[in-house]
Structures are given as C-alpha cells and as structure tokens.
C-alpha cells in the first residue's frame, strides 16, 4: 500500500514563526499536493508539485511556499505564520492513476 | 461536490441499517468521481469510485450510484457498523483528471 506520511500531528506556533510541514510517500508517485481543511469549507489546495523542483500554485497559495528537492518529499512552508493559518493540513500523492492517496493530517493551531 | 456551508451534514443510522449518503456536484465535465472516509483524527482513505460512463459501481458492502442528468452521486452502505462512523465526502474529477474538487462532506453516526 502506499503510505504517505506527514511528520506531525499536531503543531502549536506562535505568530510570526516560520512553520516548516514535512511529506513524505513511498511509492515514487510524481504528483504530490498540499491542502487545507477547514469545517464546512471542505478540502482547498494550496499547491502542488508534478515532479521534483516543479509547482505549481493552487487554490489558496497566498501566505504559503512549497518545496520539492526530491521525488519523494514534499514540504510546505509558511512563511510567517498568522491565526489565520490555523487548520488541518493535508499532503497527498498520486501517481498516473486519479485516485489521491492522503496522510493523516497536522492539526496546526497559530496562537 | 459542493460546498453546503459552515456546518456539516449529519446522518444518524441505526447500527444494521443501510445508510445513503448524497453528493451534489456542480461541473458538468466532470467524468471521474470517488468517494472518501475520514475518521477521527485521520486522513482520508478512498473507498470506491466511478467512471461517468458508468452508473453503478459495487464494492464490498458499498454501492456508488451515478446520474449524470442531475449531477448527483450517492453512496450505499448495507448493514452500517459502528466503524462506519466517519466523514464521507465526494470528489469529482474533469479536464483530464487534471481539476479535482472535493465536497464538504457527510458525517456519518452509526447508532449501536
């Protein structure tokens, strides 16, 4: 099975701090994704990455940045982090096929 | 799927009971669609999903129906357990499986 596996599972930072997020999968997927999960607003992308050095902004990249130095790592960076920012994130690979397969998530809470 | 506002659906069923959970998508390209649980504290994990040229996908204990004409999806768990109990939701896929959009999601309480 292919496992994606997210770092953390709960962060607390304070405002202003720069907040590093980790992704890791296994399976030598090409497509790797950032999202946010918030209630009621369901899953939104912040970005994307097709292929190592490459991305590619989502939905929401605004107050984020990303890194890809090699296939199988994924992170996700922000900058200076604000309340705001407080969420579930999600990473997730995929490879040629559609179906997207998610770690279990960072709860991040911004204070 | 669409967004259904700041709180999320709940259906409460009795534990040996079918459950039917809807999905309501928006784009008419769309021709890929799958469904997704969430439990607790956990990312989410593919179930089943289906083709646009399909209208019914069977799984072990799950059933995907699809209409096209209404751009509706629903879900089918035959006899829900308790470890049933999660967040459903839906994605649709078009352009090339290239644009993916996520529904807001279902919760779903299994009574014992």
């Known amino acids: 099975d292919v496992k994606v596996t997210q770092s953390s599972r709960y962060l607390v930072k304070r405002t202003g701090e720069k907040v590093f997020l980790e992704c890791v999968q296994d399976?030598?997927?090409?497509?790797m994704f950032w999202y946010r999960q918030d209630p009621g607003l369901g899953l939104r992308l912040i970005y994307f990455?097709?292929?190592?050095?490459?991305?590619e902004k989502g939905d929401i990249p605004e107050g984020y940045s990303v890194s890809r130095e090699k296939k199988e790592r994924f992170s996700l960076i922000l900058e200076s982090a604000s309340t705001n920012q407080t969420s579930m994130y999600l990473c997730?690979?995929?490879?040629?096929?559609?179906?997207?397969?998610f770690g279990s998530g960072t709860r991040l809470t911004v204070v | 799927g669409e967004s259904v506002g700041l709180h999320l659906p709940t259906l409460s069923v009795q534990e040996g009971d079918n459950s039917i959970i809807n999905c309501a998508y928006s784009?008419?390209?769309?021709?890929?669609f799958i469904w997704y649980k969430q439990e607790s504290g956990k990312g989410p994990q593919f179930i089943i999903d289906?083709?646009?040229?399909?209208d019914k996908r069977q799984g072990q204990r799950v059933t995907v129906l699809l209409n096209k004409t209404v751009k509706h999806l629903s879900l089918q768990i035959a006899a829900t357990q308790p470890g049933d109990s999660a967040v459903y939701f839906c994605?649709?896929?078009?352009?090339?499986?290239?644009?993916?959009?996520f529904g807001t999601g279902t919760k779903l309480q299994v009574i014992p």
């Open positions: 997730a690979s995929r490879a040629s096929q559609m179906i997207y397969t």
């Open positions: 399976m030598d997927h090409e497509n």
């Open positions: 990455s097709y292929d190592v050095k490459m991305k």
């Open positions: 784009n008419s390209a769309s021709d890929y």
């Open positions: 289906i083709r646009s040229n399909m």
């Open positions: 994605a649709d896929l078009s352009g090339g499986y290239q644009k993916v959009t």
